[in-house]
């Protein structure tokens, strides 16, 4: 017997939120469904526990889930989630698959099979206050200091001269941030940011994790150095995650950071936003003889193997992901993923980089695809905490953290 609810596990943000309840009740509307929503909003280690580490996905206690790359894989490897395959070949979404970027569909593909379709999305990438830097008394300023022209960063060593030029705490406006909150996610992308934008590799040429390479050694020396930097960085940095980083931003107290791009385009949504009209974006910037490789990593819909409602369940997605609810969700504050939104004429005026999307997808990297992904983040994310926490060598650190991975890999 079905449940009486129809329950959707989310993200809590307050964009994912209102654009679900808004999409379902357009559902409800069009297909005269009449069971009830509870779509639940968690903060992401208790989304990961009730989903995954408690089987919610698998025993019945949610119907869908938003879920990130990062746990995909695993959702996959333990049977959670449902096979879409066979409702996709009997009843598409809209312009599948040509309507999403490539890299927007191919971490849900397992061995031909496709579980998720695409919710949420927006790279790594550099967001700065464009007022800040075509303002002529700024530049002619930094001129006078450093005998060049005020620029937007492109490398590491370029964001942090700019950024302690702009560090005005007087003012409440500190140069930069980086997001390192210890969650398993921030200080791992950071990892791997600080990585490939050096020609770093994640793996070896065996296919295993290498975490203690010269790229690697050379990404966390610059980590600590800039996390030590006060006379660049907003103080709180070390508790910032993703979100708090965008809304320092959003309040008008950081000039540049490197995060989501969802980041960016909130700060044209918000009510109380003090940068509205003065934001864009660039590339992340990237190491001395690397180039600016972004991060991607995105959300998406999955439904769950114990749901009592999979047709259902299928019908909301496809009808949630469609050319309409995209844009919806987009101007809610969210980032849609379709093409059509990215180039959407309403969506660029709202927010006048959102074009930009297409041109930064092309330069993504995205986080292996392994089962035991959240082990491996874990060691990465304490092997980062040592880098900025301590005086330890940073070889040795990355030493020690690559014998924790190699004893996993066996």
Known sequence: MAQSKFRIAVRKFDAFESAIDKIWASFCKETGCNLELEAVPLDLHPLYDTILKENGLANGAWDVSLINTDWITEAYATNAIEDLTPYINENAPNDFPNGWSRSLLYKQEFDNKIVGLPFHDGPECLIYRK??????????????????????????DDLMQVAEFFNRPEDDLYGTTFAAFPDGHNTVFDFCLQLW??????????????????????????????????????????????????????????????????????????????????????????????????????????????????????????????????????????????????????????????????????????????????????????????????????????????????????
């Open 197 to 410: 934008t050096r020609h770093g590799e994640l793996f070896d040429s065996h296919k295993n994790i290498k975490l203690n390479s010269k790229e690697a050694i050379e990404g966390m020396i610059f980590y600590r150095k800039a996390l030590q930097n006060f006379n660049a960085i907003h103080p709180e940095s070390r508790d910032f995650d993703s979100v708090k980083s965008g809304m320092a931003f959003a309040n008008g107290n950081l000039a540049m950071m490197v995060n989501w791009f969802g980041f960016a385009s909130m700060c044209e949504f918000l009510e109380d936003s003090k940068v509205k009209g003065k934001v864009d974006i660039a590339n992340v910037p990237a190491g001395p003889n690397g180039e600016g490789t972004s991060l991607n990593a995105y959300w998406m819909y999955v439904i769950g193997s114990g749901s009592q409602n999979k047709d259902l369940a299928y019908e909301f997605i496809k009808y949630a992901v469609n050319e309409e609810n995209d844009k919806l969700l987009t101007l809610e504050g969210a980032i849609g993923c379709r093409k059509s939104t990215w180039h959407d004429a309403d969506v660029n005026k709202e927010v006048p980089y959102y074009h930009k999307l297409e041109a930064l997808h092309k330069k993504t990297r995205s986080l292996p695809r392994k089962s035991n992904w959240s082990e491996i983040a874990n060691v990465i994310d304490q092997l980062v905490l040592d880098v900025i926490n301590t005086s330890k060598d940073i070889k040795l650190i990355l030493d020690n953290a690559q014998k924790q991975v190699d004893r996993m890999e066996k």
């Open 131 to 156: 007022d800040l830097f075509e303002s002529i008394e700024e530049g002619v300023n930094f001129y006078k200091v450093h005998g060049k022209p005020l620029e937007i960063p492109k490398t590491w």
